[in-house]
């Protein structure tokens, strides 16, 4: 298990056939068909690996249901737990795509529209099957075999793979979807070129076909060899292998928020000083960086250093930075307060900052010296998916389209408390007086981050109403409270 104790993520992708359209599971009737043009919810598929076997495949549609296919070649898509009907063998082909094949009865899966069967003998480009990931596309690589991260290390003008806990901004990458094959994006908008050099624009060099080996990813590069760290920084190229062994594979970790705090006496929370908590320096470095995990059931906060620990409530309400794992005098409740924040302990007592600085969890409510600003740091680009899909521009108009299966990607500046979004072409976001969110704007207009539970954020806008997506998909600034419908994965 890596340094950064995260599980990696769960393999959701969508299917694509030779015709270009997803493989669907509808919602009624449990019937798949391959006709949709873009991957929404319905056109996720979740990869579940036999544990003993880790070429042999179930797919898991949104429903929770899985693809399965009978001796007649007849495919379902209704069963509701794993059986011999529903093992699919990958057959991965040197372009990348891949051939699905019963376990069973050893046929291949193929079709079009709504003619889709598990019947083929051989295969033929009808069976063969694009892999598009549906995941977040910002998140933290992992070397299998260093066991260590990768990161952008701009000095030298590569991306290292020598991080022990993926940390700063340096060490979000960003995977570009392009044409059935991948770009890797560095924090500065550099794409990774099969040489090892970033490179400002996209192109052959930098587009690489994703395979699946073991449960792990390897990234082919134009010239049929892999991605591997090399050298002893662990420099992030392709080396001469044409075959992906230990060293060229890799994992992809969910990219926890990370943030830095500023108490009301102007200095920043810091470990500069030893194992106490204290605000009281005056930079930005790694000892000021705090990264949130957020509990998935309580929803309350633990708070990760660089070194590895997490903040710790101590005696008569001292915060240490003690705890090696999670417990419950780990945990923070969280109160979002427009541009600042308020921490609780598990003792009920708000955090407060003390005239030296040192912050105590000592005070019964929240006045001037229990509030913090928060500035998220690891998202100077800001990618958002809902519900129903991702954030973009709408094509011939100022607003903002929440259901679209293509993404923006939005600069986030911080200001004092707040936040300001920039679209593209440097305009900014605002709420129209009609209550629609537009992205033209010239001036920028102050909006307030929460992160309200795991891997989701909201939004709010300078009236306090949360950004949400409406039926259509438009983005409105009218959301009264935390509905799904106002939660964003970022």
Not at 240 to 248: A, N, T, V, Y
Request: net charge neutral; glycine share 10%; charged share 25%.
């Amino acid at each position: 298990m890596p340094a950064n104790g995260n599980r990696p993520l769960k393999l959701q992708f969508g299917l694509i056939n030779h015709e270009g359209r997803y493989l669907t599971a509808e919602s009624f009737g449990f019937k798949v068909n391959a006709s949709a043009p873009s991957l929404k919810k319905k056109q996720i598929w979740t990869l579940e690996q036999d544990s003993q076997d880790s070429q042999v495949v179930c797919l898991r549609s949104h429903l929770g249901r899985y693809l399965a296919s009978d001796k007649d070649g007849k495919v379902t898509c209704e069963a509701d737990g794993q059986n011999s009907a529903c093992r699919f063998l990958i057959v991965a082909q040197s372009d990348g795509r891949w051939a699905l094949q019963s376990e069973q009865h050893l046929r291949f899966f193929g079709g079009s529209r709504d003619y889709l069967s598990c019947f083929a003998q051989v295969i033929t480009d009808a069976e063969l099957w694009a892999v598009h990931l549906a995941l977040h596309p910002q998140a933290n690589l992992l070397s299998v075999a260093r066991k260590r991260y990768a990161h952008l290390s701009a000095e030298d003008g590569e991306i290292a793979v020598d991080m022990n806990i993926p940390w700063g901004v340096a060490a979000l990458l960003t995977l570009v979807y392009l044409d059935g094959k991948y770009c890797l994006k560095t924090c500065d908008s550099r794409f990774l070129g099969s040489d090892g050099k970033l490179l400002a624009q996209s192109g052959r060099a930098t587009a690489y076909t994703l395979e699946l080996k073991c449960g792990k990813l390897a990234f082919k590069d134009c010239e049929g060899k892999y991605l591997s760290p090399t050298g002893p920084t662990g420099t992030l190229r392709s080396g001469r292998c044409s075959k992906p062994g230990k060293d060229e594979l890799f994992d992809l970790e969910e990219s926890h928020p990370q943030v830095v705090l500023m108490a009301a006496n102007g200095r920043y929370v810091s470990i500069r000083q030893g194992v106490s908590v204290a605000a009281n320096q005056e930079e930005e470095t790694d000892t000021e960086t705090f990264q949130m995990e957020i509990d998935k059931e309580t929803r309350k906060c633990m708070l990760r250093t660089s070194r590895g620990n997490y903040w710790d409530l101590v005696a008569h309400g001292g915060i240490q930075i003690t705890a090696t794992e999670a417990s419950a005098n780990a945990m923070f409740s969280v109160e979002w307060l427009g541009h600042r924040v308020a921490l609780k302990a598990n003792n009920g007592k708000y955090i407060c900052t003390k005239k030296n600085g040192q912050l105590l969890a000592v005070s019964d409510s929240v006045g001037e010296d229990e509030q913090l600003t928060l500035k998220l740091i690891n998202r100077p680009m800001l990618i958002l998916r809902g519900e129903n899909g991702f954030v973009c521009r709408h094509k011939n108009s100022n607003l903002l389209d929440g259901s679209r299966s293509v993404y923006d990607i939005f600069t986030l500046q911080f200001s004092n408390g707040a936040y300001h979004i920039k679209g593209v072409d440097g305009r900014f976001w605002y709420v129209n007086s009609g209550g629609l969110v537009c992205s033209d704007g010239e001036a920028p207009e102050d909006f307030a981050l929460e992160l309200p539970e795991h891997g989701r954020l909201a939004i709010r806008d300078k009236n306090g109403k949360y950004l949400r997506g409406d039926q259509g998909g438009t983005l409105k600034g009218d959301g009264l409270g935390l509905s799904p419908s106002a939660l964003w994965e970022y």
